[in-house]
């Protein structure tokens, strides 16, 4: 037993000297990347480069409650997000696996009690045995898959930071639209009662002999055109409702206690906190994934090249076993008569597969030089993305200023028109003129001011903020408690690590 016990210390000795330190392929650094010194409307005064972006902006920058309460309990509920949770944890767990890789692969328990029949006789059999497998990280292998589920686990929190940003800005554009739409339906009713007095007062001067039945029924068409849009209004209210009690983690239905009567789009201001094009690389989930990646495909071309060297490994097993042929019986099992253990070292090396070795390198090369490119792409495209968002915020407020005074030019046309027609001195058509060009600019007036806030909501998303607000990077804080609960019931498996938090 000694002597078998100096074979095995002697032969992972052999294994971990000298080539146990060589760890095989490129090592890993952050590539450069296309970035810009400054966002092109820098000069503006509306623009903050050196301001950092709050973690909650919406509550900063909104200021409204219930938007507040929206984005708390969809964090809480959307059942998205907790997917993209769950992918963190089973990254966690490959892992461990991988950690678990670089101790022995095999490590065997076994024993068997059986009848034995020959010569008319029968026999009891006894055996129990230990066996092990361990394959020694000479050229670091194991290493290498190590770094891949390590960069792997990254890119899968990333992900699920990239999920969270996403979801705020769906729950913020959803409900911005809801209030817009709820805003736009309050305009046209307006509109509707302002037509409904027009017609009456057509039918009055139709009374009257004072004008044709063509003002009637010029005043009767527009008056049910308008009504008929309230409608489609209403449809995509409902609809907007609907999409976001999904976000919310809820089946369809009456959102009423979570958003309270109509409330006005929320005001804004007008500057804005961006930072610096350079806080891009740390803040945008999808381009941390991105770089994630890139380094887990750095590390497959170390566990390629390994492939062309051969494998060390070292094989043993103790047992004894014990047969009642004889004087023996199942008391004899652990004597020293019985015990048995064998000692082995080997390798195997696939010398005659270079070629498709080599291919493979080749292969996880190329592969890494494309996600490479794609990381770089990535880049490119988020500060497009964030351009295009800063200059949308910025013009659709000036937008908004000229759609304000083009919306008070047209209420102040139609009660000039409507004042006139009565007293004789234009025709019906300019009233109707009056009135469609009204309801045209304060339905547009109304959409601006929605879309000045969502526009601003589009530059946060775009600059990656919101995943600030994830409680850990432990995957296991990432859920809910039901979810753990419901894990942990159906497999019994998670007490330790539960436990460990």
Known sequence: ???????????AAAAMIGPGCVILGPDYDTPGAPLETDWLAYEDPRLESTSPLAPEWWTTTLRDPVLDRLVQTSVADNLTLRSAGLRVLQAQQQLAIAVGNQYPQQQDLSGSAGIERANRKTDDVYDFGFNISWEADVWGRFRRQIETASALVDASL?????????????????????????????????NVKLQEESTRIT??????????????EQAQTLLYNTRATLYSLEISLQQLKNGLAVLLGRPPQDLGDLLGEPRPVP???????????????????????????????????????????????????????VTTAGERDAGDLFTNDTFRYNLAGGFQWNIFNYGRLRSNIRLQDATFQQLLEDYRQTILQVQAEVENAIVAFLRSQEQLADL?????????????????YEDGLVTYNTVINTLVSLNSQQDQLATAQGSVAANLVEVYRALGGGWEVRPSEDPLDLLPEETREEMQNRTKYWDREFDDR
Do not use: C
């Open 158 to 190: 990333a992900s699920y930071d990239g999920v969270m940003v996403s979801l705020i800005s769906q729950v913020a554009q959803t409900y911005l639209s809801i209030r817009t739409t709820q805003r736009r339906l309050e305009v046209g009713r307006y």
């Open 203 to 216: 039918r009055a001067k139709l009374a009257a002999g004072a004008t044709s039945a063509l003002d009637v």
């Open 267 to 321: 005001d804004v201001d007008p500057g804005i906190a961006v930072g610096m094009p350079q806080d891009l690389i740390r803040r945008r989930p999808d381009i941390r994934v991105a770089e994630r990646r890139l380094a887990a495909q750095s590390a497959q071309i170390g566990v390629a090249i390994t492939d062309l060297y051969p494998r060390f490994s070292i094989d043993g097993s103790i047992g004894t076993s």
């Open 1 to 11: 037993m000694l002597r078998m016990l100096r074979h095995l210390a002697i032969l």
């Open 404 to 420: 304000r005074s083009a919306a008070d030019a047209a209420q102040r046309a139609a009660d000039i028109a409507a004042l006139q």
